[in-house]
């Protein structure tokens, strides 16, 4: 019979099956972060257990590491406990390996493992974190867990789990120029919303996807989560393998090989078939930034800010007026007329070279906004912040008046000192919009880097292909 | 993990869909290395005037008297009923730590996000998924209602009105086991253990890069 990729990926991991299809799962790899595990190597010790496998555990600190004044360490004493009780767990536990705080391969944990070849095709991919999704672009099955299932697999090296259903999102078509995989999975969520793929395992398909790089194709899958998916991945193509060729971890000499022909086989089959499709025109997409407190919330930047009226759905309605009231917007209001406060280029959604480059581009030879109060450019790993400052990148922006940072998780979810003030209005990079994500108070409008950098420079939102 | 039979309890509204991790334990509270203590700073931005911060008595903080949860009629509420959506965002196992530590042992609504679901189960806190129409009902019957309270029959599969209007509700049959006995997963897990090993070393054999 045919298969889908999810079949293909998910048979090859079940090692028992109870009778209500409850599967345990085999775990390939298992990314560790100090918010998330240390309840679940505490529950491990409490309970007199062993770590399963540990070659199975690549660890990091991003979520608190402060990403400016690095010589003062972590001044904040909470989030320098739990970095602390990371190092201390990992050195009694032992990991694949660890680049704790300061480590020159030390990032954000989803840069950090596709980045050093610990994300490998056919791989089961867990960590204790919603954007695991974002490995599914080599072809895994990766999924972001709670911090019970982070102890459950390292006593275990399994994950329990349920099949979900199956849905192919295909992308034809060519984007324009100045659009990215950011505007695609932006104008995806705001086609099926945010529980649009509830109970789903989205496969992202079609000719624009697969001209997407691998960063690209991690932008899109790190945020299959923000449409409510359990997973997103992407079939293993030609350039997932060129991507993989000598990085640290990926295979070599006679087991490259092997593994390059086992990864070919990773793409669904033909005639496979899915419960859902949904389909987008490529072309069609222009960039988007979202005006709202959820991902779906988005809008074209030529598009403008809806009106509570335009829904029929009462709970639609609320949720619409409330979010204007916080966003502190008006009804119709035209997107490029909403001036900015901050911005922040950075997060696991797009904190990689290729969305460093693509800001920069806009940057150069222009100068942030008088009006802006800080704009801020947070590598995702030590890695890519010491490729950009090879390529010059950094002089660009500090040139342009960026703040040039050391790589963390940083105002994506604002656990350091990069926050918003309240009712401080912010392009980012990031994936939630969430009321409160970057700041108590703050406000969040979700962009591609290059649309930051544009709305940066114009100090409202701005059409970055004007500018290109 | 405490075990889930049967409970009887009171009932407050919470009227909003895509109620997030964030809403429910702000992120500054994660900082903690612990499992408990969260429930003072459930909902926090929503349910204080002030802004919260780990280690700060929340005794004496100015409470907002809009928000649901703070009004005397709910005080003491152990299930909760919410719309669609509810838990989306981040994976923070603190949101149902925060919420059962509050003192939730139930949570009603039109949809969950999926890794909260999760987590819930993991803790002994039941979500229940109802059809809209059955929702809207309690909505409105808790809302006019003083002291409305609910059965949740996890045996039975029945969320039951005082009225005796009983409404079934579906729950994977693996997870029913694990909260009726209050069996934790991890023990459950490696009763297979023979089965771990034995898949693993066929992985090492076919796909040894994988166990470099
Ligand atoms: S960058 Fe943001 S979304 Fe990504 S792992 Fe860090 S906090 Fe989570």
Redesign the pocket.
Known sequence: MAKTLYDKLWESHVVHAEEDGTALLYIDRHLV?EVTSPQAFEGLKLAGRKPWRISSIVATA??NTPTSHWERGIEDPISRQQVETLDVNIREVGALAYFPFKDKRQG???VIGPENGATLPGMTVVCG???TSTHGAFGCLAHGIGTSEVEHVLATQCLLQKKSKAMLVRIDGKVGAGVTAKDIVLALIGKIGTAGGTGYAIEFGGSAIRALSMEGRMTVC?MAIEAGARVGFVAVDETTIAYLKDKTFAPKGGDWDKAVAYWRTLVSDADAKFDAVVELDAASIVPQVTWGTSPEMVTGINGSVPAPEDYSDPVKREGVERALQYMGLTPRMPINQVKIDKVFI????N?RIEDLRAAAVVARGRHVAASVKLALVVPGSGLVKAQAEAEGLDKIFIAAGFEWRQPG??M??A?NDDRLEPGERCAST???NFEGRQGNGGRTHLVSPAMAAAAAIAGRFADVRELL | MEKFIKHEGLVVPLDRANVDTDAIIPKQFLKSIKRSGFGPNAFDEWRYMDHGEPGKDCAGRPKNPNFVLNQDRYQGASILLTRQNFGCG?SREHAPWALQDFGFRAIIGDSFADIFFNNCFKNGLLPIVLPKAEMDALFGLTEHTPGYRLTVDLAAQLVVRPDGHAIPFQIDGFRKECLLNGWDDIGLTLRHAEKIRDYEDRRKREQPWLFA
């Not at chain 1, 950075?346 to 959604?349: E, I, L």
């Open positions: 972060h991003d979520h954000i944990v989803h974190d919603s954007h790190n950075g997060s696991c959604t904190s998780c940083s994506c979810l656990m990031s994936n939630r | 981040s």
